[in-house]
């Protein structure tokens, strides 16, 4: 029951993969406004020997660590490795990572070796009743090893110091992508409310080039319980939480699938709440995002209305969002449903809407405005379903429906009881949703 | 002066067996005991039960992730396994055993007859006993123990909104924080009795700074207690009172706050950890001297040291929170404040390291574990300082690499002095020496399964892989570390085996110890093994921090050099 | 091998050796403990100040209890009186201050009752009202529940007083117990701040 291939089907990365790192240097102009944050020097030799060499100091005192992980080449990859970034705050945590890792080694190798020397040098090699000399302490000793671990923490502080205003501080551009991120038990929620768009668990956000940096900033929320929104090659994760609305930004320079998923022990599905990002090229993100502002289209081109029915936006949809939807003039005059041409397609929308479905969905453009499950409206146009969890077909569909908990244990949706039929049609309406 | 202080104190060591009778009167002497050795017993014995009970949902854990989409236990018992392991190794296993340490060990120590107040000190071990029942009660309550009952599935933490009545129904959450609610009050009657009993029950001559540097973690540790168990518990009220009589505290529908209940819970959480390990360093602070012939080398630094660690580990709690959306200069606060513990512990680590240097180290099986401590704590201490780089922890935060550390502490440091403790210990308590071949053997299967699990579980973390998941992708690439992991935790368990059969089986065949059978120098060897209920003959009177090692070199005595 | 020998040091012996009485440190000890879990409540106080979202406010329905205050904050002297005369035998004296911290404490407790009365079935604020419901009755409530054991050790003591149990040599347990009293009062002082003054 997995994905098959965490691959994205428009792999646009080869034009941008192995020079990701100096552009990633040059994207961040817009932080060195930010005053906190010393101007990274440009990436010349200088600073990659030096890169190099921390990294290299780090593999030797934690080689078993970075030997392991050290490995993950800065693209999107089905292992969400912290150590292989591709977006500007986890390159920095990532950059700082191995500063911290160079001199925790250091001390590492020093203490650890001394601690080596003294248990073989001063073992007892055969028992005599001689005692050895007893000393008691010595003031300039003990005083050289309390001023030069204060020196280090101090050195840690402030390289530490710098990476938080630079990260969290950092000024947001004009023409950043905005997104709402909801955390819901065991499933995301994200908003666009620029676009007035609402989907779930497959968020989609424009890679941010050279010549236009776009970077996505986050407002975390939380309809219920206490989550987390971790993408490791992305940026670290920041909590959701219900009374509480946070901030967070990527700024993704390589495109393509990443995956992560909930950072915060949120009940019984938390293992099942996993979280997929797509990177796209910035045409590519226009196309999609045009794609989702229209209302819900059964692909099978039946004549199908849709009921215009004012859309209830759910308590928490911000305001712009409302602007939006009722600027938009996709609402198409009723058709009155139960006509003798309506194909499987059509009855499959027919049961969803008889049935409680429409309680918990919303498909924008019909009458199912249901907040408490996942928007349904392009359904068809995930490549998953529940979350991640497994892939979105008709077959997998069939089962979730029939019964939620098989394919994940303690989802908060009921099994619907319907008929084979029934769950063949709903399944049917559902992928047509593009 | 040298003739002036000759020891004149005796005890007669005929065996006094007097006192034995039917099992019952047997059983009924240990339940209405109020001697703090019998005490100090019954809470050793309460939490090596707990560590094996713990251990086992340890190894269900472990056996569960060995592979990726396992289908061993479902989310729900997965849940209540690592709840129940977390609760029961720090709240059941880590503080009764190190209170059961210094109940026995502290009135010895500073030549007491008992602790300041017996009667409060066997209320408080029932009280602990009763709360951990309780706990494990919650297994059978509810809908018995095939659906586990009720037993807690929120984690140790149990973050609210999770815990309140609307996301977390039946009793689960009440049994969380009731039966530590109970524990809690044990534990603090604890503390205030070594409070009490180091600070006004010294023997004749035991000023402060001639106090066994166990005596002063514990003191240091009671004192931390007081701070910190606390806090916890008017957090459980209120927690209780949210959920039974419709307070708002943590309702976030009414404007209540969930982050309030973290920084709460972390009040009391991080000075925990240090609760934990301050006993284990006292441990390392008798043994490592001990086994390398030579005084602790600066004393009054290991004293300073740990006082320093028992104030800033107050003001560190929010490293646990740095993804909570905390203000930059919160976090940089936090992350200063968290990086500084590292000197005083440094200075702990170097100390060690001096005393060790220049001696003649006798590699018993209390020393191995002890000197094995000493590089454990100091990796785990450095991925400590590595978490507490908050950008960095953004990443790290909940992950396995987390989890990782704290084993490394929790295990590597804290359950390797409590196994040094109990070799070293063994002796005075029974009176029988534990058996060193099967102690080594037990060590060496004990540290690698140690390093199988605990090394290798900070990769998956470094690869993304969160905590308190109960399955997880073969894709993610995870599923070849969680297997050495879990490999290495069989060893464990198979180590603690051998342990439990040592310990059984050296109480009935050991050699006899006599009163001092490490040659050490602390005022609980001046006695038999096991003591008389009395402790000492005569009270002693000391003139230095090591009185055995005055008796024994009358020419070369302590008190002339301190 | 049958004796142990314990180590006596001769010159030790001759040196004066005081230590801190022990119920007295055990019970400084207790009121650490117990500060702290005062301290939390009061966070919890300060922090939803303003934060309810319905319900009474703090200044529509808080009076400031000043008789009850001052009766909490003199059965301080009190106490420390009938501490005073036990130390010097007066036992005759010592039952009637301590009758007094009794009455006085009592009162106190009269006082509160009184104003939860008000409060619930007059003002309609309970427990479930509201944060400030929430926080107020489980801090102020908190703090009684601490007067209300210190009243039945208290009455205790007094018993054994007016039964001639009492004489000079309980004066060190008797001042351990005052110590719990101050305590109750201190706390009381920071309750006042806290919810009439700064939360009102
Ligand atoms: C006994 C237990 C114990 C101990 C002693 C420690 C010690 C330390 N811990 Fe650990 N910790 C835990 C138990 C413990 N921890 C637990 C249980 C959790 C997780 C709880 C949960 O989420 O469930 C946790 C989590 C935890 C976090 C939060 C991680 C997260 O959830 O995101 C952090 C972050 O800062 C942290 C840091 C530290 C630091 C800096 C120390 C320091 O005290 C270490 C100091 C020691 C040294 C640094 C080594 C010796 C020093 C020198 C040789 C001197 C030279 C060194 C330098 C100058 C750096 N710990
Ligand atoms: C003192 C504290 C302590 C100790 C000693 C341990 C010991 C161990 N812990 Fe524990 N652990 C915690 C404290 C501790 N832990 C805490 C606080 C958490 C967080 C909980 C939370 O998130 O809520 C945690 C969480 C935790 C997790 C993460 C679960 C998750 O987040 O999903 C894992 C996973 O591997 C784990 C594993 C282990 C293992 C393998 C051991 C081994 O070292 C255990 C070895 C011991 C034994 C095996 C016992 C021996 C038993 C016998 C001899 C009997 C025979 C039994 C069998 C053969 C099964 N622990
Ligand atoms: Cu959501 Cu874990
Ligand atoms: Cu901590």
Same mark, same amino acid.
């Given at each position: 029951m997995t994905v098959p291939g965490f691959i994205k089907s428009s792999q646009a990365s080869t034009d941008a993969a192995p020079g990701a790192l100096p552009e990633w240097e040059e994207r961040r102009t817009y932080m060195l406004k930010c005053n906190l944050l010393p101007p990274l020097p440009a990436l010349d030799a200088r600073r990659l020997l030096l890169q190099r060499g921390m990294r290299s100091a780090a593999l030797l005192c934690m080689s078993l660590l970075v030997a392991a992980v050290g490995w993950g080449e800065n693209k999107p990859s089905p292992t969400p490795n912290m150590f292989a970034p591709t977006s500007t705050p986890a390159q920095q945590e990532y950059v700082m990572s191995l500063f911290v890792l160079a001199i925790t080694g250091g001390i590492l190798l020093v203490v650890g070796g001394i601690w080596a020397y003294v248990v073989w040098k001063f073992r007892e090699k055969e028992p005599t009743e001689t005692e050895p000399a007893q000393i008691y302490g010595s003031p300039q000793v003990e005083l050289a090893w309390t001023i030069i671990p204060v020196i280090l923490v101090v050195v840690l502080f402030l390289t530490t110091a710098r990476m938080i205003f630079a990260i969290q501080d950092n000024p947001k551009p004009k023409n950043a992508i905005d997104v709402t991120v909801v955390g819901h038990q065991f499933w995301w929620e994200f908003r666009y409310p620029k676009y007035g768009v609402v989907i779930a668990n497959e968020l989609h956000v424009p890679m941010s080039t050279k010549e236009r940096p776009q970077p996505t900033f986050m407002k975390l929320q939380s309809a219920d319980v206490w989550h987390s929104f971790w993408v490791p090659q992305l940026a670290g994760k920041v909590d959701s939480i219900p009374d509480h609305v946070n901030e967070m930004w990527i700024d993704p320079h390589v495109p393509g699938l990443y995956v992560g998923q909930c950072g915060q022990f949120c009940g019984v599905e938390h293992a099942k709440m996993l979280l997929r990002v797509y990177v796209d090229t910035p045409d590519e993100f226009q196309r999609w995002i045009t794609r989702q502002q229209q209302p819900a289209v059964e692909q099978q081109g039946d004549a199908q209305g849709s009921q215009s029915v004012p859309?209830?936006?759910?308590?928490?949809?911000?305001?712009?969002?409302?602007?939006?939807?009722?600027?938009?003039?996709?609402?198409?005059?009723?058709?009155?449903?139960?006509?003798?041409?309506?194909?499987?397609?059509?009855?499959?929308?027919?049961?969803?809407?008889?049935?409680?479905?429409?309680?918990?969905?919303?498909?924008?453009?019909?009458?199912?405005?249901?907040?408490?499950?996942?928007?349904?409206?392009?359904?068809?146009?995930?490549?998953?379903?529940?979350?991640?969890?497994?892939?979105?077909?008709?077959?997998?569909?069939?089962?979730?429906?029939?019964?939620?908990?098989?394919?994940?244990?303690?989802?908060?949706?009921?099994p619907m009881q319907l008929t084979e039929t029934q769950l063949e049609q709903v399944s049917l309406y559902l992928t047509s949703l593009k | 002066m040298a003739d002036a202080s000759l020891p004149i104190g005796s005890l007669d060591l005929t065996p006094d067996r007097a006192a034995e009778g039917t099992f019952r009167e047997w059983l009924h002497g240990w339940v209405i005991t109020v001697d703090h050795k019998r005490l100090g017993i019954l809470y050793v014995l309460y939490s090596l039960f707990f560590l094996i009970v713990g251990g086992t949902e340890a190894m269900i854990i472990r056996l569960q992730l060995a592979q990726p989409n396992s289908h061993f236990v479902s989310p729900e018992v997965y849940n209540r396994m690592f709840t129940m392991h977390g609760t029961t190794m720090v709240f059941l296993v880590g503080m009764p055993i190190l209170f059961g340490f210094a109940n026995y060990l502290v009135p010895l120590m500073i030549g007491a007859r008992d602790m300041a107040f017996p009667r409060l000190n066997a209320l408080?071990?029932?009280?602990?006993?009763?709360?951990?029942?309780?706990?494990?009660?919650?297994?059978?309550?509810?809908?018995?123990?095939?659906?586990?009952?009720?037993?807690?599935?929120?984690?140790?933490?149990?973050?609210?909104?999770?815990?309140?009545?609307?996301?977390?129904?039946?009793?689960?959450?009440?049994?969380?924080?009731?039966?530590?609610f109970v524990t809690g009050w044990g534990t603090l009657g604890t503390a205030i009795n070594i409070v009490a009993t180091t600070i006004s029950m010294r023997c004749k001559g035991m000023t402060m700074m001639r106090l066994p540097l166990f005596c002063w973690l514990m003191l240091c540790v009671s004192a931390l207690t007081l701070i910190a168990i606390t806090p916890l518990t008017a957090a459980q009220v209120m927690l209780e009172l949210d959920r039974y009589l419709g307070a708002h505290f943590f309702d976030a529908q009414a404007g209540g706050s969930a982050l309030i209940w973290a920084h709460f819970f972390w009040i009391f959480g991080h000075p925990e950890v240090y609760i934990l390990v301050l006993p284990a360093f006292a441990i390392a602070n008798e043994i490592i001297p001990v086994f390398s012939r030579k005084a602790m080398f600066g004393y009054p630094a290991m004293v300073a040291a740990s006082v320093g660690i028992v104030f800033i580990s107050v003001g560190v709690w929010a490293h646990h929170m740095f993804t909570v959306g905390m203000t930059s200069a919160a976090n940089a606060f936090f992350t200063l404040s968290t990086m500084i513990i590292a000197v005083p512990t440094g200075i702990k680590i170097f100390n060690w390291l001096a005393t060790m240097w220049g001696g003649k180290l006798r590699f018993a099986t209390p020393m191995l574990f002890c000197t094995a401590f000493v590089f454990?704590?100091?990796?785990?201490?450095?991925?400590?300082?590595?978490?507490?780089?908050?950008?960095?922890?953004?990443?790290?935060?909940?992950?396995?690499?987390?989890v990782a550390h704290f084993h490394y502490v929790l295990v590597g440091?804290?359950?390797?002095?409590?196994?040094?403790?109990?070799?070293?210990?063994?002796?005075?308590v029974s009176g029988r020496m534990m058996d060193e071949k099967l102690g080594k053997l037990h060590f060496w299967l004990f540290l690698i399964g140690f390093h199988l699990t605990f090394d290798f579980m900070h990769v998956p973390g470094i690869l993304g892989m969160p905590r308190w998941i109960y399955t997880y992708e073969p894709s993610r690439g995870w599923g070849t570390w969680n297997l050495i992991v879990?490999?290495?935790?069989?060893?464990?368990?198979?180590?603690?085996?051998?342990?439990?059969?040592?310990?059984?089986?050296?109480?009935?065949?050991?050699?006899?110890?006599?009163?001092?059978?490490?040659?050490?120098?602390?005022?609980?060897?001046?006695?038999?093994?096991?003591?008389?209920?009395?402790?000492?003959?005569?009270?002693?009177?000391?003139?230095?921090?090591?009185?055995?090692?005055?008796?024994?070199?009358?020419?070369?005595?302590?008190?002339?050099?301190? | 091998m049958s004796t142990i020998t314990v180590p006596v040091v001769a010159h030790e012996l001759e040196q004066p050796w005081h230590l801190p009485n022990k119920g007295k440190v055990g019970m400084i000890c207790l009121i650490i403990g117990e500060s702290a879990i005062f301290a939390m409540f009061v966070l919890a106080y300060l922090f939803y100040i303003g934060k309810s979202q319905?319900?009474?406010?703090?200044?529509?329905? &808080?009076? #400031?209890?000043?008789?009850?205050?001052?009766?909490?904050?003199?059965?301080? &002297?009190? #106490?420390?009186?009938s501490e005073q005369a036990v130390e010097h035998g007066q036992i005759q004296k010592f039952n009637a201050w301590l009758g007094a911290t009794i009455a006085l404490g009592l009162i106190f407790l009269g006082y509160t009752g009184a104003e939860w009365y008000k409060l619930i079935y007059h003002d309609g604020l309970t427990l479930q009202t509201n944060l400030f419901g929430t926080t107020f009755y489980s801090l102020v409530g908190l703090h009684a529940s601490h007067v209300i054991i210190g009243l039945i050790m208290l009455i205790t003591l007094w018993l054994f007083g007016m039964t001639g149990h009492i004489t000079a040599k309980n004066s060190e347990r008797i001042q351990t117990l005052a110590l719990y009293w101050h305590f109750v009062d201190a706390v009381w002082v920071v309750v006042f701040l806290v919810v009439y003054v700064i939360g009102r």
């Open positions: 859309v209830n936006a759910g308590g928490l949809q911000p305001a712009s969002f409302e602007q939006a939807q009722q600027a938009s003039p996709q609402a198409v005059p009723a058709q009155a449903p139960g006509e003798a041409s309506m194909n499987q397609v059509a009855v499959g929308k027919q049961v969803f809407q008889t049935n409680a479905c429409m309680n918990c969905h919303a498909v924008q453009g019909t009458v199912a405005n249901g907040r408490f499950g996942p928007d349904l409206t392009h359904f068809g146009s995930r490549e998953t379903l529940g979350s991640g969890i497994v892939a979105n077909n008709v077959s997998n569909l069939k089962a979730w429906i029939r019964n939620p908990s098989d394919l994940k244990e303690g989802a908060l949706m009921p | 408080s071990f029932w009280l602990t006993a009763f709360g951990g029942i309780m706990l494990y009660y919650s297994f059978i309550g509810g809908f018995g123990l095939y659906g586990q009952g009720s037993a807690p599935d929120v984690g140790w933490f149990a973050y609210a909104p999770l815990t309140t009545r609307t996301y977390s129904q039946g009793h689960a959450v009440d049994f969380w924080a009731l039966s530590l454990q704590f100091l990796i785990s201490g450095l991925t400590g300082i590595m978490l507490s780089a908050s950008p960095w922890d953004w990443q790290l935060h909940n992950s396995y690499f987390v440091s804290i359950v390797f002095n409590i196994f040094a403790a109990l070799y070293y210990w063994y002796p005075k879990s490999i290495g935790g069989i060893f464990q368990a198979i180590a603690v085996a051998i342990f439990l059969y040592n310990m059984v089986y050296s109480a009935l065949h050991g050699e006899e110890a006599g009163p001092d059978p490490w040659d050490a120098w602390t005022l609980e060897w001046a006695t038999a093994s096991p003591p008389p209920e009395y402790n000492f003959a005569v009270e002693p009177v000391v003139s230095s921090r090591r009185p055995l090692w005055d008796l024994k070199h009358p020419d070369d005595p302590d008190w002339k050099y301190e | 319905w319900g009474p406010q703090p200044r529509e329905v &808080l009076e #400031i209890p000043i008789i009850s205050s001052i009766c909490l904050l003199s059965s301080s &002297l009190t #106490i420390w009186l």
